[in-house]
T-cell receptor
Framework: GEQVEQRPPHLSVREGDSAIIICTYT??????FSWYKQEAGAGLQLLMS?????DRKEEQGLTVLLNKKDKRLSLNLTAAHPGDSAVYFC????????????FGAGTRLAVCP | EAAVTQSPRNKVTVTGGNVTLSCRQT?????MYWYRQDTGHGLRLIHY???????QIGDVPDGYKATRTTQEDFFLLLELASPSQTSLYFC?????????????FGHGTKLSVL
């Protein structure tokens, strides 16, 4: 089955710097890619999602890049601020199985003032 | 915004105990899910359902039962709890949004099995 590796597990950046989180997956048929944010004591909230026909998507200071050749998905938070401190998860699924997401292990991001 | 409510927020039981985790969503989403979250593993899908009376097996179903009694309510049952089931459990519901499946999560239930 699908395997997803997410790195780094912990990331600390200064306010205003960028933060990059990377996931690699194993199934070349993977078609749906998403990023979730989990704040302390809360459930996960969807940040962004893309289908496999999209290489790049930008929204509100976030950039998702998809490299299908290398089976790599990345999330770039440009100009991070302390409110971005949270745990971030990537999640992927195969065509026809959009409901069965495979999650990465998570990245704990700390943004220091 | 979709509302997914889990209860209880915290639960402690003993090995062999019987536990029921409850989840209710108020947005009439068809799909509902139970995940467990463990350090180093991210979230892993236990069971899911696409409507009342339906149940689908996820990736880590062993030791768990689930029941979807209504469109709103989805329950996770541990009939003989074991310490390996100590975890943070999340319920979610989902809706198809512009071709993407968007999940809405509850706040989680922390279960400790002693």
């Amino acid at each position: 089955g699908e395997q997803v590796e997410q790195r780094p597990p912990h990331l600390s950046v200064r306010e205003g710097d960028s933060a990059i989180i990377i996931c690699t997956y194993t199934d070349s048929a993977t078609a749906y890619f998403s990023w979730y944010k989990q704040e302390a004591g809360a459930g996960l909230q969807l940040l962004m999602s893309v289908l496999s026909n999209v290489d790049r998507k930008e929204e509100q200071g976030l950039t998702v890049l998809l490299n299908k050749k290398d089976k790599r998905l990345s999330l770039n938070l440009t100009a991070a601020h302390p409110g971005d401190s949270a745990v971030y998860f990537c999640a992927v699924s195969a065509p026809g199985s959009f409901n069965k997401l495979t999650f990465g292990a998570g990245t704990r991001l700390a943004v220091c003032p | 915004e979709a509302a997914v409510t889990q209860s209880p927020r915290n639960k402690v039981t003993v090995t062999g105990g019987n536990v029921t985790l409850s989840c209710r969503q108020t947005n009439s989403h068809n799909y509902m899910y139970w995940y467990r979250q463990d350090t180093g593993h991210g979230l892993r899908l236990i069971h899911y359902s696409y409507g009342a009376g339906n149940l689908q097996i996820g990736d880590v179903p062993d030791g768990y039962k689930a029941t979807r009694t209504t469109q709103e309510d989805f329950f996770l049952l541990l009939e003989l709890a074991s310490p390996s089931q100590t975890s943070l459990y999340f319920c979610a519901s989902s809706v198809r949004d512009r071709g993407n499946e968007r999940l809405f999560f509850g706040h989680g239930t922390k279960l400790s099995v002693l």
